[in-house]
């Protein structure tokens, strides 16, 4: 062989060579190492569902404390804010005009058992008339008619004593009702609570009408929430079954929970107090009260905070974490990957939450593992590489 022909020889070999070396390299970069995604367990166990709801706080009791009289407001007894009790005075009107009619009354009382002794008096005379008379007229000592005359004086005498005794019971009523008055110008609380900013100054006019301040009852304090009326009615069909949460039955032991405005949760617990008589009809939701002990008057009427309470335990569900979880066009569809590390993308019918999990009501079964992170990396048939989710 000569130099030329040895020179082709090798030429064609380095050339082969370079291409062989060209396909492995297109090769390995055509199939590229399987992605990493973590992957949890479908869980099979016995969840509570809770129901959340915005609430209103109102007073126990709320009463307005109106005047029951006429007169102007001289003073002022109660701190606005303050916790009053039960009989305290709040407010005082003028009472001089309400003393006077209690003495004016009182003297015409005292008047009236004048007549009635001037009455009496004269009965017992008339009375003495007829018992001497009555045998001197069947004697004809005295004439028929001086008789008839004692007989009419005394029944004229008795009338008068009873118009007496009846002047007597009429000016004792109305000597009970100027007391009553006169007491009515210390205006009292009929409850205890929170009394709040006086709506009428001192020496102002104020009659039955005019409202001086409120009172409101806070310990308890009533928290009012509304549930749908599909709520209330899948509440309705549970009621009473063993072993479920019964919402909706007064004093009922599911306990409510509030959380206030600043997302802190409150340290005690609430209870059923009763359910409203009737459905919204504009809202379609019904109200559902709530009682909360309130010792330290924390809460007060008007404050807004979201109600958190038990509302069923559903059995044997089928839990997987939200994010694994993707919707597309109003489907609901996970990732599930076999024995073999193939992803096949399965249509899922979610139900409630329960925290950061997802309720699967049909489309899972127990045991299989599904895509919970790296799910924008998978397509149906992919193969995978899982690692386990420790977070699930």
Known sequence: MNRFAFWLVATTALAALGCSEKTTNAQASAAPPPPDVLVATVRQQSVPIYGNWIATLDGYVNANIQPQVSGYLVRQNYREGSLVHKGDVLFEIDPRTFQAAVDQALAQVAQSRGQLAQAEAALQLSIINVKRDTPLAAARAIAQSQLDNDIQAQAQNEAQVKTAQANIQTNEAAVEQARLNLGFTQVRSLIDGIAGIAMTQVGSLVSPQTVLTSISQVDPIKAYFSITEQEYLALSARKGKAGGPDLLRSNSPV???????????????GHMAFADRQVNSQTGTIRIVG??????????????????????????????????????????????????????????????????????????????????????????????????????
């Open 255 to 269: 306990p409510l929970q509030l959380t206030l405005a600043n997302e802190t949760v409150y340290p005690r617990t």
């Open 291 to 392: 009682a909360f002990a309130n010792p330290g008057n924390i809460l007060r009427p008007g404050q807004f905070g979201r109600i958190r309470a038990l509302t069923s335990l559903n059995q044997n569900a089928l839990l997987i974490p939200q994010r694994a979880v993707s919707e597309l066009q109003g489907r609901y569809q996970v990732a599930v990957v076999d024995g073999s590390n193939r992803v096949s993308i399965v249509n899922v019918q979610p139900g409630d939450r329960a925290g950061d999990m997802w309720i699967i009501a049909s489309g899972l079964t127990p045991g299989e593992r599904v895509v919970s992170e790296g799910t924008t990396k998978v397509r149906d048939g992919t193969v995978v590489n899982p690692k386990p989710d420790t977070g699930h």
